[in-house]
C-alpha cells in the first residue's frame, strides 16, 4: 500500500465518542495520536482507536469486485448489480429491493443511498443496523422533544456533578468520555457516579453507588424517581407550566406503580437504602446529567425507559441548560450521520418523516425525485422476515454484518441463503455475511475514505483519506452513484467527491425548512470542496444566522413539536416476564473492552485479542454450584432459537439466574458463539428495537471428550473448520501464528482422531498414558528448520507456554527448542509471564501488576510509573483499580484511581 505523506487530521471509525485522530505516514506506515484540537478528546485516544494502525494491513482485505463467485472487473460487478435490480424490479415492483446500511457508512455514503431507493427505485425498504441500536432513543426524542435531537454537549461533562449511567458501560464503549468523567470525580470530590446496571460493569469500579437491578426494570425506577421527585417538593414548576404538556398524566402514571421507595425497590430488587441514595442525590444536584445506551435502547420497553428518563429531566427543567440534561450515548461513529439523512425505514430523509404530506413533497421536489416513496418501508426484523417469505428478492447489504449481530441469527442466515440477490459491500472476507452474497462489492475502509461522520454531541467532523486505496477498493458512495446510473438515474447521481454530496445534503436539510426542522446544516451548503477539506469540528444546527453551530439546544425551552412544548410521557412498567421452565436462565449480552462488533477489525489484532482471547459465559457462583460448573469449562446455552458453546466465567458480577454473554463472536472465530443464534426477535412496538438484553436459555455442561492447543502458521482451511461446526473450536490470531483451542464432544476412536479431523500428518509425535490412565498426546509439523504447526492435546487442555510458542514460529528452530516443542514449555525453569493481559497498549499482564502491589505500588498511577499500564490510554484503569482492591483487600471506593 503506498501512501501520501502528511499529517492528517481524521476521526477515529469505531465508537459515536467520534474521537479526533492526527496520523501522519512517515516511511509509508501511518501512526496514529490523538488530536489535541478536537473538543470530543482533546488528544486522548482508547485501546482501540490506539491500535488502529495495526488493522490496516491488506491481509484480510476484499480487493476485487465478484459475481457469483468470480472476481471481475468494476464494469462487470456494476451491471451484474444493476441488471440484478432491474430485473427485480421489472418482474416483482421496487417494494421486492431493499438496502440494509449501517451506522458505520459516511455520511455521504448514506445520503446517495437512501436517495436512489426513497427517490428513484422508489422503494421504501432502507433500513440500517441502527434500528438494533439507536431506535428506541430516536423514538423516545421524537415524543418528548418532537424531534431526534441530543440536547447537551460533551462540554456537560465537566459541568455536571452527578453522573447517572443507565445501561452504559462507558469505561469500555465509550472510554475517552468516561475518561472525562474520571478526571472530573478527581478534581470535585463531592461529584457522584451512579452506574445502574444488573451485572457489574468495569463502569462500577468508579462508582460511589451501583443499582445492580432486576433486568427491565428501568422504567419502575425512573417513574419512581419522579413521584420521590414530586413527593420532595424538588420540580421546576416554573419549566414544567412554560414549556411542557402532560405532566399530570406522567405523575399519575408514576405514582400509580411507583408511589414509594420501597415499591420501587422491591420490583427494581434492589436495596431501599440504595434506591433512596439515588433519588436523594438526583434530586439535591441540579448538574445532574443521565447518560444511557443499549441497557435502555435493546428491550421491548426501550422507548419508554427512554422517555421515563427524559420526564425526570423535564419535571426538573434540567435540560438546555450547562451542566445537566438526559444524554444518549451514540454507538457507531455514524449513528447520527445515518438519522440526519433519514437513513430508518420509518423516515425520509433530512429529519422528514412520513406523517407530513407537505414536507415529504419538499423532498421530492428537490430530489426532482421520479419515484419518491410515501409510505414507511420493513424495519430491521421485518425486512428479514420479508426476506425469508420471499417478499423482497434483492436486498443490498452494506459494511453490517447481519447474520452476527441480527437476533434469531440462525434465521437471518437462511433468509439470505435463499434470497435470489444478496449484494455486500464490504472491507474484509471472508465474514459470515459476504459469505452468502451472490456479488460481492469492495469498499474503502477507514485511513482510505473520505467524508464526514456526526458523533454524540451532534459534531459533524471529517474523516479524511491518508493511504492509496488498495485493490479494486472503491468508495461506498462512488459504488452507489454508479448503480444509480447503471440503472438510467443519470441526474442527481453526477457527484465527483464527497465534498458535492455533502454540500447537496446540507442544501436539503435547510430547504423549505422555517425553524420547524431541527437537523438544519444549510449554513454548510455552500462549503466549495477545498473548504469542505478543512472543515473544522462542529456541532449542527448551522445556520446562515448560527455559522459556527450549536453546542446546546432549547436553551430558550422551545421544542419542536407543534406547540413547541415538550411532552411527558405517561409511561408504566410492563410486567416481568416469568423465567420458562425450559429456559430457567436469563441471558444478557454486550460489549468487550478491546473488540468492535463482528471482529471483523479488531479480532485480527493479536495484542486486542489478548485481552479477552475466548468467547465465554459469566454466571454467578451460586449457579456455576448448582449446574456443578467451575471456571474455564465449557458450557452449552441453548433455546427454541440456537444453542452457543462457550467458557464458563464465574463471578458475583453478575446476579443470580442471569447470565452475561458478548456479542462479538463469529462463525470466522468460533465454531458455536454467534451470541444472536440465541435472541427472539421480540422487539419494541413503538421503535422497532429488538429486545437483544434480555433472552431466556438453559444451560448444561459440554463435557468435552478430548481438548487441544493447536498452532498453524497457516490458518485452518474453510473444510477443516466445518468439521469442527458441532465441537469446540475458537481461532485467536497471534503475532507469529493463529492457535485454536479444541474440544470434541463424542469420545473419539482413538487419540489420533483430531489428527484427522484436521488432516494433519505430523513429523514429531509423542503420546504419554498418566498412572491415572489419562492419555496426552503432542504432534509437530516441521518444515525447513521452521515449525509448520503444533497440536498439544489431552483430556484436559495441558499447560503451556503460549508466548513462548508463538516465538518460535518466527525463528528458525534450535535443537534445545526441538526438544521442549512437544511439553509446549519452555523448559529449564524459564516461563513468560501468559497471565492475563491487562493493558494491551504496553502489554502488560495481570501478574505483573500483582507482583507490583504486593511490592507496595498502592495506587494506579504508582503501577503506571513502575509498569507504564494505563498511562497511555487509560482504557484498563477500571481493571487496575479492581486489582488493587483485590489484592490490598480493600473496597474499591477506598483505592485511588
Ligand atoms: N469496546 C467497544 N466499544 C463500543 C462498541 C464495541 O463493539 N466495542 N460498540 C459501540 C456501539 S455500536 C454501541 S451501541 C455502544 C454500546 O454501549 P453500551 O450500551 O455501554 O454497551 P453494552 O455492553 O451492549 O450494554 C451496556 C450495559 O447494559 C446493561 N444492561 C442489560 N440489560 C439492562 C437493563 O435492563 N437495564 C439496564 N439499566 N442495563 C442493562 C448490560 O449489563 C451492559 O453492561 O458501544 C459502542 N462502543
Ligand atoms: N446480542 C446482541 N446483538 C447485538 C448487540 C448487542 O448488544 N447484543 N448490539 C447491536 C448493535 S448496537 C449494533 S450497532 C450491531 C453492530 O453489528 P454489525 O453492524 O453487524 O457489526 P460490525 O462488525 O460493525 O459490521 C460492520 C461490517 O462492515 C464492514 N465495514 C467496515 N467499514 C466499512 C466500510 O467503510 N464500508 C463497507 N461497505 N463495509 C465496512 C466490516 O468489515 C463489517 O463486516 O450489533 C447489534 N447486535
Ligand atoms: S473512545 Fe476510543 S473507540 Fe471511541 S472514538 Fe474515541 S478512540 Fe475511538
Ligand atoms: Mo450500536
Not at 701 to 711: C, D, G, T, V
Not at 799 to 827: C, E, K, Y
Request: include cysteine; aromatic fraction near 8%.
Amino acid at each position: 500500500m503506498s501512501n501520501i505523506l502528511t499529517t492528517t487530521l481524521t476521526t477515529c471509525p469505531y465508537c459515536g465518542v467520534g474521537c479526533g485522530i492526527s496520523a501522519s505516514t512517515p516511511d509509508q506506515i501511518v501512526t496514529v495520536q490523538g488530536d489535541s484540537t478536537h473538543p470530543a478528546n482533546y488528544g486522548r485516544l482508547c485501546v482501540k482507536g490506539s491500535a488502529l494502525a495495526q488493522t490496516l494491513s491488506v491481509e484480510g482485505r476484499l480487493l476485487q469486485p465478484q459475481v457469483n463467485g468470480n472476481d471481475c472487473d468494476w464494469p462487470t460487478a456494476i451491471s451484474a448489480v444493476a441488471e440484478g435490480l432491474a430485473q427485480t424490479i421489472a418482474q416483482h415492483g421496487p417494494g421486492a429491493v431493499a438496502m440494509y446500511l449501517s451506522g458505520q457508512l459516511l455520511t455521504e455514503d448514506y445520503y446517495v443511498a437512501n436517495k436512489l431507493m426513497k427517490g428513484f427505485i422508489g422503494s421504501p425498504h432502507v433500513d440500517t443496523n441502527s434500528r438494533l441500536c439507536m431506535a428506541s432513543t430516536v423514538a423516545g426524542h421524537k415524543r418528548a422533544f418532537g424531534a431526534d435531537v441530543v440536547p447537551g454537549c460533551y462540554d456537560d461533562i465537566e459541568q455536571a456533578r452527578l453522573f447517572v449511567l443507565v445501561g452504559a458501560n462507558m469505561a469500555w464503549n465509550h472510554p475517552v468520555l468516561f475518561g472525562r468523567i474520571r478526571a472530573v470525580m478527581q478534581a470535585n470530590p463531592e461529584a457522584k457516579l451512579v452506574v445502574i446496571d444488573p451485572r457489574r460493569s468495569a463502569s462500577c469500579e468508579a462508582a460511589q453507588l451501583h443499582l445492580k437491578l432486576r433486568p427491565g426494570s428501568d422504567v419502575l425506577l425512573f417513574t419512581g424517581l419522579l413521584s420521590f421527585l414530586a413527593e420532595q417538593g424538588k420540580l421546576d414548576y416554573r419549566f414544567i407550566n412554560l414549556h411542557t404538556d402532560g405532566f399530570a398524566g406522567a405523575l399519575a402514571s408514576a405514582q400509580l406503580q411507583a408511589a414509594t421507595v420501597q415499591q420501587v425497590a422491591a420490583g427494581c430488587d434492589v436495596p431501599a437504602e440504595d434506591v433512596l441514595l439515588f433519588y436523594r442525590w438526583f434530586a439535591d444536584q441540579p448538574l445532574s446529567l443521565t447518560l444511557f445506551s443499549q441497557g435502555v435502547n435493546q428491550a421491548v420497553d426501550g422507548t419508554d425507559k427512554v422517555n421515563a428518563i427524559i420526564n425526570c429531566h423535564l419535571a426538573t427543567g434540567r435540560i438546555g441548560k450547562p451542566g445537566c440534561g438526559p444524554f444518549s450515548l451514540t454507538g457507531q461513529p455514524n449513528a447520527m450521520g445515518g438519522r440526519e439523512v433519514g437513513g430508518l425505514a420509518n423516515q425520509l430523509a433530512a429529519h422528514i418523516d412520513y406523517s407530513d404530506k407537505a414536507q415529504q413533497a419538499l423532498v421530492g421536489e428537490f430530489w426532482k425525485a421520479p419515484n419518491l416513496v410515501t409510505q414507511p418501508g420493513f424495519k430491521a426484523v421485518e425486512l428479514f422476515d420479508a426476506i425469508e417469505r420471499g417478499e423482497i428478492k434483492a436486498v443490498w447489504i452494506m459494511a453490517t454484518n447481519p447474520v452476527v449481530s441480527m437476533p434469531q441469527a440462525d434465521k437471518v442466515k437462511a433468509a439470505l441463503a435463499k434470497c435470489p440477490l444478496v449484494i455486500v459491500s464490504d472491507i474484509y472476507q471472508p465474514t459470515d455475511t459476504l459469505d452468502l452474497a451472490t456479488i460481492k462489492l469492495p469498499a474503502l475502509g477507514w485511513s482510505e475514505k473520505d467524508g464526514t461522520v456526526t458523533n454524540s454531541e451532534r459534531r459533524i467532523s471529517r474523516q479524511r483519506a491518508l493511504c492509496v486505496p488498495p485493490g479494486q477498493t472503491k468508495a461506498d458512495w462512488q459504488i452507489i452513484c454508479d448503480v444509480a446510473k447503471a440503472l438510467g438515474f443519470n441526474q442527481g447521481f453526477n457527484f465527483d467527491n464527497a465534498a458535492q454530496i455533502f454540500a447537496e445534503h446540507a442544501a436539503l436539510s435547510g430547504f423549505g425548512n422555517t425553524g420547524d426542522r431541527a437537523f438544519d446544516i444549510s449554513g454548510l451548503q455552500h462549503l466549495t470542496t477545498e473548504q469542505y477539506q478543512q472543515l473544522v469540528p462542529i456541532q449542527w444546527p448551522v445556520t446562515s444566522t448560527q455559522p459556527e453551530g450549536m453546542a446546546r439546544l432549547f436553551t430558550n425551552g422551545k421544542f419542536y413539536t407543534a406547540n413547541g412544548r415538550a411532552q411527558f410521557i405517561a409511561v408504566r412498567q410492563s410486567e416481568f416476564k416469568q423465567a420458562m421452565p425450559d429456559a430457567p436462565l436469563r441471558l444478557n449480552s454486550g460489549r468487550l473492552r478491546d473488540q468492535w462488533h463482528t471482529m471483523t477489525r479488531t479480532g485480527g489484532v493479536a495484542s486486542l485479542m489478548q485481552h479477552t482471547p475466548e468467547p465465554f459465559v459469566t454466571l454467578h457462583p451460586s449457579d456455576a454450584a448448582l449446574y456443578g460448573i467451575a471456571a474455564g469449562e465449557l458450557v452449552k446455552l441453548t433455546n427454541s432459537n440456537g444453542a452457543m458453546v462457550v467458557r464458563a466465567q464465574i463471578s458475583d458480577k453478575q446476579r443470580p439466574k442471569e447470565l452475561f454473554i458478548p456479542m462479538h463472536w463469529s462463525a470466522q472465530f468460533a465454531s458455536q458463539a454467534r451470541a444472536d443464534v440465541l435472541y427472539a426477535a421480540d422487539t419494541d412496538p413503538i421503535s422497532g428495537q429488538p429486545a437483544l438484553k434480555l433472552s431466556q436459555v438453559a444451560l448444561s455442561r459440554f463435557a468435552p471428550k478430548w481438548q487441544a492447543f493447536l498452532f498453524t502458521k497457516t490458518p485452518l482451511t474453510p473444510c477443516q473448520l466445518q468439521r469442527f461446526s458441532q465441537h469446540y473450536l475458537a481461532r485467536v490470531p497471534l503475532t507469529g501464528c493463529q492457535s485454536y483451542r479444541l474440544a470434541l464432544s463424542t469420545v473419539p476412536d482413538d487419540d489420533k482422531h483430531m489428527l484427522q479431523l484436521l488432516q494433519l500428518t505430523p513429523t514429531l509425535y509423542c503420546r504419554e498414558q498418566s498412572n491415572s490412565a489419562e492419555v496426552t498426546y503432542r504432534a509437530a509439523a516441521i518444515a525447513d528448520n521452521q515449525l509448520q504447526w503444533l497440536l498439544l492435546a489431552g483430556q484436559a487442555l495441558p499447560d503451556i507456554d503460549m508466548i513462548w510458542l508463538n516465538q518460535q514460529f518466527s525463528v528458525p528452530l534450535s535443537s534445545q527448542t526441538r526438544q521442549h516443542l512437544l511439553s509446549g514449555q519452555a523448559g529449564q525453569g524459564v516461563a513468560s509471564d501468559n497471565s492475563a493481559l491487562i493493558c494491551s497498549c504496553f502489554n502488560v499482564r495481570s501478574k505483573a501488576i500483582c507482583e507490583a502491589i504486593q511490592n507496595g505500588a498502592g495506587s494506579a498511577a504508582q503501577l503506571g510509573k513502575q509498569l507504564q499500564c494505563g498511562t497511555n490510554c487509560g482504557s484498563c484503569l477500571p481493571e487496575l483499580t479492581a486489582l488493587l482492591a483485590q489484592q490490598l483487600n480493600k473496597t474499591l471506593s477506598d483505592v485511588t484511581g
